[in-house]
């Protein structure tokens, strides 16, 4: 990832892939990906929105949603309070409904710089309400995973959000409405094994961060050497669990063919991951 500092005080910076020194202007211009090695560096989720939906059709939705402190976590409303300034967010998740080359969606984004996107009380409820607008309104969903996993200053009310999100996503899947989630560096952890592996199509951008446990974690319990590309998208993707992997410039295009083609007929299209 790159280091935080703006492009009128800093005109360069280095690529976290590469190492290369990009100029700042151009590294914006180019959707935070490196013109040499092709590194996606995470993306804020303003970006995200308006290099993927069309021109001011975002309208946000259930923005005054914010966590608590259900157990008097020590400084836990502090980072919390710190994160709603650097970000200007709430929460991890931005949810809203958004056109698509015209079509209407219903759509949800993760921003990793509130706190590592972490999944509490709150974000959990704007996927639920994203996944269940788009049943309500028969349109589809997407949904750009960022996320370190659950949050745990919120305990065990974090951890129902797996459970809350994916029963959302079987409601959308009996809607007969299409839902579609796309893979950004890091998708992991409670995240991972919830909402984000039931889509009917999962998208990635490259070399996305993608796994359960940390390399760290896993290093620990003793698991056996695994491969130099474990626990990355090309890694998932050749193991079947991701559709495809998407450049950042295409994805836009492709979510919006995806769209197209499966609200044609799509009470025959979908759910095939869902069952």
């Not at 984004?109 to 639920?128: H, L, P, T």
């Not at 809350?164 to 079987?170: E, F, H, L, W």
């Not at 359960?212 to 990355?232: E, I, L």
């Amino acid at each position: 990832m790159t280091k935080r500092t703006s492009t009128q005080a800093e005109p360069f910076l280095q690529c976290a892939g590469c190492k290369k020194i990009l100029f700042a202007m151009e590294f914006e211009q180019n959707l935070r990906v490196c013109p040499h090695c092709g590194h996606h560096h995470r993306l804020p989720a303003r970006q995200r929105i308006a290099m993927t939906f069309d021109e001011g059709s975002f309208e946000e939705l259930d923005a005054d949603l914010r966590s608590g402190n259900p157990l008097g976590f020590p400084d836990y409303q502090d980072k919390l309070e710190a994160a709603e300034a650097r970000t200007g967010f709430f929460d991890s998740v931005v949810s809203g409904r958004a056109k698509l080359f015209d079509a209407p969606v219903s759509a949800a984004v993760a921003d990793f710089a509130f706190m590592g996107g972490s999944m509490g009380s709150a974000a959990g409820e704007k996927i639920a309400r994203t996944l269940e607008r788009a049943a309500e309104e028969h349109i589809p969903a997407i949904v750009f995973c960022a996320s370190g996993g659950a949050r745990m200053q919120e305990g065990l009310l974090s951890l129902m959000q797996m459970a809350k999100t994916t029963a959302a996503a079987q409601r959308c899947a009996q809607s007969g409405c299409p839902y579609f989630a796309v893979f950004t560096d890091p998708t992991m952890a409670g995240v991972l094994a919830s909402y984000a592996s039931v889509a009917d199509v999962i998208l990635a951008e490259p070399k996305a961060l993608v796994g359960f446990a940390g390399a760290r974690v896993a290093k620990q319990a003793g698991v056996g050497k695994v491969p130099d590309d474990f626990q990355t998208a090309e890694y998932a993707h050749a193991h079947g669990m991701i559709d495809k992997i998407v450049h950042r410039k295409e994805m836009r295009q492709t979510l919006g063919t995806l769209v197209k083609l499966m609200t044609t007929g799509r009470r025959a299209t979908v759910g095939s991951r869902r069952g």
